[in-house]
């Protein structure tokens, strides 16, 4: 499953990486003929605007998945991952699905990690599908918080939040839409009134896509 899923291709190759979105479409494009792949790609999509971005969806999707195979074999390789452990399709399908609906940078780079991490055998089984679905609902500054909140010993409370405004670049309420919102994922919780600390599933959450 594992090769099957990601390709040898050279992550630093632009070349690679567009003959890999080639390939892809080659395939979709067979798919379409059969007419069993617009309902699963374009099934999501509100029917009048089928027409009319089907194709520019379709494309993205495939130049994401180029993208996400290149960007996940060079996170392997750079953690010296060698044998590539099995993916079950009950992760793989909805990460994948998930992931090549993100096109902003900071949420791609968090898909390919966690992709990588249900390949290394060392943190495949500490994987939960609970994951997925965190990475599915945050944003780029979401996931920013968290990971600067955890490396700083997971504290989201007044004087940590007026910390990380000034690391992030962010308005203090900027920030604390984003704390609120991980509370709502429950990779943070909630300790009294303006404590907030990062919860066991937020620093699981982190270990997964951590370098």
């Known amino acids: 499953m594992a090769n099957e899923l990601i390709r040898p291709i050279d992550p630093d190759s632009a070349h690679a990486i567009e003959e890999t ?32 971005i089907g194709d520019w ?21 750079e953690r010296g991952v060698e ?3 099995d993916v079950s399709p009950s992760v793989a399908i909805p990460l994948i699905a998930a992931a090549i609906n993100e096109d902003r940078d900071e949420l791609k780079e968090l898909w390919a990690k966690l992709f990588a991490a249900t390949m290394d055998p060392k943190r495949a089984k500490f994987f939960r599908l609970a994951f997925i679905e965190a990475a599915k609902r945050m944003d ?11 490396a700083q010993g997971g504290q989201l409370n007044l004087q ?20 609120e919102n991980l509370i709502k994922l429950e990779l943070a919780v909630r300790i009294e009134m303006q404590n907030v600390v990062v919860a066991a599933f937020g620093r699981e959450f982190v270990r997964a896509v951590s370098d």
């Open 21 to 52: 979105a080639k390939a892809v479409q080659k395939a979709i494009d067979a798919a379409m003929q059969s007419g069993k792949y617009v309902g699963e790609v374009l099934g999501d999509l509100p029917h009048d605007l089928v027409g009319i």
């Open 57 to 77: 969806v379709k494309h993205k999707r495939a130049r994401r998945w180029a993208e996400l195979s290149a960007e996940t074999e060079k996170i392997l390789r």
């Open 83 to 85: 044998n590539r452990g």
């Open 140 to 150: 780029p500054l979401d996931a920013s918080i968290l990971a600067q909140a955890v």
């Open 160 to 179: 940590a939040r007026n910390t990380l405004s000034k690391e992030v670049n962010a308005t203090r309420d900027q920030v604390d839409v984003s704390v």
